[in-house]
């Protein structure tokens, strides 16, 4: 067995065939094994005999692998798998239909025909969160919505289902990044510093607040970063030159110049639990590799969400930290990216360098 369990969309594909040989039952339903010499694939624990490494490649799930012409195993029945995560879309569907509540694990075990234990284990590997904490990024999201529409606090906090204000500002400052009355007016009342430097990929943005890191823009002019930062908060204070950016853009830059791989800022941002979801997911792909928007949408429980991980990326404000340029096309083309193709080309381009 493995020491521990790495999560699926940071393996390498030698962390993979270690998974693999050692039949490690903790990663069935994470990737699926396709053999060139049996045309078949299996799961990691499959106990037939280990074919030879050159002819094994991996696959996120099975419908990738039959796509490429491979036949489940009849021993492992890697094809079962998938009801795991049917169970896990499920469970998510029935906890956002009921958030004027708390939905136990034993009723959401009820629905989905799955004991308690196995479903908060299959749907924290799944999801990469427990069903309580997506029950929390969903209220907060709908909060978020009905402070943007202008409702009074307490009538967002009791529409998204919390049971009191109390509940809803203890996790304000963690999640929200600022109260919520100051969300609802726009940011008013809150300072974000800001400054503007050079980098390896032209002028760089950085913003933030008390919390974390608000903003990272990439550009040619100035202006149009600065306009860019305003409209996200068009009430608050918004000033230019604040000395406590300094190491924040100094890792930022280092990061960009290919001296500093790993960048691990904090963040405060608005954003959706939907949104959310896929930039947590984002933040876990290794440095020098890339994923496809539909593998990004399998791993967050939504095969049929392509289009909205796309459009989360391309509405990420806070470039490098959630690493969106890491994202491609299923031909493994670089598609789009905010901040031009060039820039996500380069970035690209460094990071398979520096691996």
Not at 210 to 221: K, N, P, Q, T, W
Not at 317 to 346: F, M, N, T
Request: charged share 25%; with cysteine.
């Amino acid at each position: 067995m493995l020491e521990t369990t790495v999560p699926a969309t940071q393996m390498t594909d030698e962390e993979r065939w270690k998974a693999f040989e050692a039949r490690d039952s903790r990663y069935d339903g994470r990737f699926v094994v396709g053999v060139r010499s049996t045309g078949i694939y299996c799961r990691p624990s499959c106990p037939a005999r280990r074919p030879l490494r050159q002819n094994v490649v991996f696959y996120p799930v099975g419908d990738d692998a039959e796509q490429e012409g491979f036949r489940p195993c009849r021993r492992c029945r890697p094809e079962e798998v998938l009801p795991q995560a049917r169970a896990v879309e499920q469970a998510s569907r029935y906890i956002g239909e009921h958030l004027d509540r708390n939905v136990t694990l034993d009723e959401l075990g009820e629905v989905v025909g799955m004991s308690p234990h196995h479903l908060q284990r299959t749907f924290k590997r799944m999801l990469g969160i427990s069903p309580r904490a997506y029950a929390d990024a969903l209220r907060l999201g709908t909060v978020k919505a009905g402070l943007r529409d202008r409702d009074d606090v307490t009538t967002a906090l009791y529409d998204a289902g919390y049971g009191s204000s109390s509940r809803l500002y203890e996790r304000a400052p963690g999640q929200l990044g600022m109260t919520p009355g100051t969300y609802r007016r726009g940011g008013q009342g809150m300072s974000i510093g800001y400054t503007i430097v050079d980098s390896r990929l032209g002028r760089l943005l950085v913003g933030a607040t008390e919390h974390g890191v608000s903003a990272i823009y990439l550009g040619d002019d100035d202006r149009e970063l600065e306009t860019a930062l305003r409209a996200e908060y068009p009430a608050a204070e918004i000033v230019r030159g604040e000395s406590g950016l300094d190491r924040w853009v100094a890792e930022i830059v280092a990061h960009l110049a290919g001296e500093q791989p790993h960048l691990d800022l904090p963040i405060d941002v608005q954003t959706t639990a939907f949104k959310r979801r896929v930039w947590e997911a984002l933040r876990e792909i290794p440095y020098g590799s890339t994923r496809g928007y539909a593998e990004v949408a399998r791993h967050i429980g939504q095969p049929t969400a392509v289009r909205a991980v796309a459009s989360a990326c391309a509405t990420n404000p806070v470039a490098l930290v959630v690493p969106c340029h890491r994202v491609v096309r299923s031909d493994g083309s670089a598609g789009g990216y905010r901040w031009g193709i060039e820039r996500k080309q380069a970035l690209l381009a460094q990071e398979r360098g520096g691996r």
